[in-house]
Nanobody
Framework: QVQLVESGGGLVQAGGSLRLSCAASGRTFGGYAVGWFRQAPGKEREFVVAISWSGGSTSYSDSAKGRFTISRDNAANTVYLHLNGLKSEDTAVYSC???????????????WGRGTQVTVLS
């Protein structure tokens, strides 16, 4: 059984930074793309960023471009999401997901973590 566990969320002032981690157990990340999605209260889940299994290909949402960076360490079975220049509108639960294809669409992912809360104070 695959388990994804996110960590690194917290409370931060606007303009601050956080590093989120997504760790896998039960199956290695090798061969799988990983995506990050977020959901704010009262809003639908939205795509943030995704990375291919090799790390050679990434895609970012418009809101993430220039501020967020995704990276992965397959040896450590961990994917990282660096959040910089945080804004109050970035407040949400951030979840990672694993799937065979790098995609901006949630339905393309097979395994999901429970998420980590990011709260940005303005």
């Amino acid at each position: 059984q695959v388990q994804l566990v996110e960590s690194g969320g917290g409370l931060v002032q606007a303009g601050g930074s956080l590093r989120l981690s997504c760790a896998a157990s039960g199956r290695t990340f090798g061969g799988y793309a990983v995506g990050w999605f977020r959901q704010a209260p009262g809003k639908e889940r939205e795509f943030v960023v995704a990375i291919s299994w090799s790390g050679g290909s990434t895609s970012y949402s418009d809101s993430a471009k220039g501020r967020f960076t995704i990276s992965r360490d397959n040896a450590a079975n961990t994917v990282y999401l660096h959040l910089n220049g945080l804004k109050s509108e970035d407040t949400a639960v951030y979840s990672c997901a694993m799937g065979r294809t790098r995609s901006d669409y949630a339905h393309e992912y097979n395994y999901w973590g429970r998420g980590t809360q990011v709260t940005v104070l303005s």
